[in-house]
């Protein structure tokens, strides 16, 4: 399985500021997404990120406050913009492998104050 | 749409009691399914997943089977440890819906005491 890392691992941002998050996998990989989870909560797909082309986001989530960047096959950025204390979660990027299953980074734990 | 419910939590064990944590899934087709686990602090881990009617996924001690006739997916243990202590989330491949999109049950908590 992908092996994927995610900075920072947590950060305590001020409301009105953005944050941008890093992914980085160990092999090349088509497909990468990027889940929201509430605290306590089950996770929710903020949006999926293929290279070369514009990320696609769920219903409820939209490229002005998540814009998205997918340089290359290994690598993806999630910006968390203009944050109020309800974005307050855990972030997760994954990447799809296999039939269907998909490996999650470790999740960068996001307070806003 | 497609759906997992799965049982609400909090489940307390002792350490070597048997597990079960019931999950059942409503989908289009033949989704493929898979259980995840979260340990405090930490992101998502795939402890096991069945693609077909029938296939038994396991690992590290947990099983589940593939019912179809009973749309469900239910996780098990003989013999709990306290660091099996975790979150445990039942989750889906849509085959209908976007590719890739896993849908995940909210999540059960477990919690093993010596």
């Known amino acids: 399985s992908a092996v994927i890392s995610q900075k920072p691992s947590r950060d305590i941002c001020q409301r009105g500021t953005s944050l941008t998050i890093q992914c980085q996998v160990d092999s090349q990989v088509t497909m990468m997404f990027w889940y929201r989870q509430q605290p306590g909560q089950s996770l929710t797909l903020i949006a999926t990120a293929n290279q070369g082309s514009e990320a696609t ?31 307050s979660s855990i972030y997760l990027c994954s990447v799809a492998q296999g039939r269907g299953e998909q490996y999650f980074g470790p999740g960068t734990r996001l307070t806003v104050t | 749409g497609d759906s997992v419910t799965q049982m609400e939590g909090p489940v307390t064990l002792s350490e070597e009691a048997f597990l079960t944590i019931n999950c059942t899934y409503t989908a289009t ?64 491949t849509s085959p209908g819906g976007s590719q890739g999109n896993l849908i995940f049950g909210k999540g059960t908590k477990l919690s093993v005491k010596p």
């Not at chain 1, 490229?63 to 999630?78: G, H």
């Not at chain 2, 243990?77 to 979150?87: C, E, L, T, Y």
């Open chain 1, 57 to 87: 986001y769920e219903s409820g989530f939209v490229i002005d406050k998540f814009p998205i960047s997918r340089p290359n096959l290994t690598f993806s950025t999630l910006t968390v913009s203009n944050m109020s204390p309800e974005d």
């Open chain 2, 29 to 92: 087709g033949y989704p493929s399914l898979f259980w995840y686990v979260q340990y405090p602090g930490e992101g998502l881990q795939l402890l096991l997943k069945a693609t077909k009617a029938d296939d038994k996924g396991s690992n590290k001690g947990f099983e589940a089977t593939y019912r179809k006739e009973t749309t469900s997916f239910h996780l098990e243990k003989g013999s709990v440890q306290v660091s099996d202590s975790a979150v445990y989330f039942c989750a889906l």
